[in-house]
């Protein structure tokens, strides 16, 4: 069962607007919830995080949403550039340190110049 | 700054051989989180340690091993391998008791394919 689902596994968007990727959970415990970027051959590269105490989380291009009600988070990248283009991955824990993440399938970002 | 190290980075074994892999997490991390992604897939929870401790458990085959050393680097031991234990093996550290414990930063990944 996967708890943790990114329904799209591809985005397109063109260079200098908003890319919005998507993250659901089906696990109520889960109370932290962080997206990675990767890069073929590559680690996950850790890019924003967010409590479940909170709505918003903010870091220069990129804004996580959680609606907790929903169980779904978001990821904006506002201007999206080519750079941006990897494999994202929505994770969810449910206890610091001694946690497991538990992933999301990933999205493909790809930004046109 | 100083990131999580994985070696080795490529590592060829054949079936029912011994393979092990090494993790130096970010300096001050105390945690240690070894992950297996396959083909397409996403990152899977195998084991952890906190203070050389075992801290958590995932799908771990029980022909691996894990432990964690006094220096805190940590060492993945995979004992009569399988065509399918082929994967990208990830270690990520953390600090715990930290506001920002929850994150894992992860190392470049040790790629394992066996024939």
């Known amino acids: 069962d996967q708890q943790v689902k990114q329904n799209s596994p591809s985005l397109s968007v063109q260079e200098g607007r908003i890319s919005i990727l998507n993250c659901d959970y089906t696990?109520?415990?889960?109370?932290?919830f962080l997206w990675y970027k990767k890069y073929p051959a590559e680690g996950p590269t850790f890019l924003i995080s967010i409590s479940s105490i909170k709505d918003k989380n903010e870091d220069g291009r990129f804004t996580v949403f959680l609606n907790k009600s929903a169980k779904h988070l978001s990821l904006h990248i506002v201007p999206s550039q080519p750079g941006d283009s990897a494999v994202y991955f929505c994770a969810a824990s449910g206890s610091p340190g001694t946690g497991k993440l538990i992933f999301g399938q990933g999205t493909t970002l790809q930004v046109k110049p | 700054a100083a990131g999580v190290i994985q070696s080795p980075r490529h590592l060829i074994k054949e079936k029912r051989e011994t393979a092990t892999l090494k993790c130096y997490p970010i300096?001050?991390?105390?945690?240690v989180y070894w992950y297996q992604q396959g083909p397409g897939q996403d990152p899977q929870f195998l084991i952890s340690f906190y203070e050389k401790m075992q801290s958590d458990k995932g799908s771990i085959p029980d022909r691996f091993s894990a432990q964690q050393f006094s220096d805190y680097h940590s060492e993945l031991n995979m004992s009569s391998l399988e065509l399918g234990d082929s994967a990208l093996y990830f270690c990520?550290?953390?600090?715990?008791?930290?506001?920002?414990?929850?994150?894992?930063?992860f190392g470049p990944g040790t790629r394992l394919t066996v024939t």
């Open positions: 990520a550290s953390s600090r715990m008791g930290t506001g920002s414990s929850y994150e894992q930063y």
């Open positions: 300096p001050r991390h105390d945690t």
């Open positions: 696990n109520s415990m889960f109370d932290y």
